[in-house]
């Protein structure tokens, strides 16, 4: 089953990285700078939408509903399989290696 944009339309979507498998190659920092950013220490973190990078192993934060394709393609092209997307209703992974189609 793919997932398509469509079917993510409507549902509050939060996202979070797993740092253990966090390669550190900075692919989804280039696709979603509002969204990820590399910390000191190399790996990736998430930021909130007051821009602050939270430094939190597995930190979660909202996806704005405008880097939604932004942080679908992060998720389709991390190397590491390591950033997660659930709805929040219900906790259910919807883009990521745990996802359906993961
Ligand atoms: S794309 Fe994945 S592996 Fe690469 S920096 Fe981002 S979270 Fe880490």
Redo the contacts with the bound molecule.
């Keep these: 089953m793919t997932v398509r944009d469509e079917d993510l339309r409507g549902d509050a979507l939060e996202v979070w990285?797993?740092?253990d498998?966090?390669?550190?190659?900075?692919?989804?920092?280039q696709?979603a700078p509002d969204v990820?950013e590399?910390d000191i220490d190399g790996?990736?973190y998430v930021r909130n939408a007051d821009g602050d990078l939270l430094q939190d192993t597995g930190a979660t934060v909202l996806v704005p509903t405008i880097a939604l394709r932004d942080v679908t393609d992060?998720v389709k092209?991390?190397?590491?399989?390591?950033?997660h997307v659930r709805r929040i209703s219900d906790g259910v992974e919807v883009l990521g290696p745990d996802s359906a189609d993961g």
Aim: hydrophobic share 30%; net charge negative; proline share 4%.
């Design positions: 990285i797993d740092q498998l966090c390669t550190g190659d900075g692919i989804c920092c696709y990820f590399l790996l990736a992060s092209e991390c190397p590491g399989e390591c950033i």
